[in-house]
């Protein structure tokens, strides 16, 4: 009957996108008052990940009352995430691009 235990499951990434979320949140309010205006909505936008358009705030605005409340926040994070799979990616393997081409060693033995 707890909804919040019926929903885990075996896929462990629903948990961490949700930590993830309400981190987007917490930095995109910076006056602290638990909910989003617009200017903090667009402003998070470009220093978290890309919520370029402003009809996403309409979107996420879900009772029209002008402010991204945390559960607003959170429902239009997962819903998004149902229609792009291009989200903010936890940094990964692919931030380390320079690591082989330019080791040392190589270039020793070339002088040698
Ligand atoms: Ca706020
Ligand atoms: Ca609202």
Do not use: C, W
Not at 28 to 48: P, T
Not at 63 to 92: K, Y
Not at 104 to 109: D, Q, S
Request: net charge negative; glycine share 8%; aromatic share 8%.
């Amino acid at each position: 009957m707890d909804p919040a235990q019926t929903n885990s499951g075996a896929e462990g990434g629903e948990s961490y996108d949700k930590v993830v979320d309400e981190f987007s949140f917490l930095i995109r309010d910076k006056n602290h008052d638990g909910v989003l205006e617009r200017e903090e909505f667009d402003e998070g936008r470009s220093a978290f990940d890309k919520l370029s358009d402003p009809e996403r705030f309409d979107r996420y605005d879900l009772d029209g009352d002008g402010v991204v409340t945390r559960d607003e926040f959170l429902q239009g994070r997962a819903s998004d995430r149902d229609n792009e799979t291009e989200v903010a990616q936890p940094p990964g393997p692919n931030d380390i691009p320079l690591a082989r081409d330019t080791g040392p060693l190589a270039r020793r033995e070339d002088e040698d």
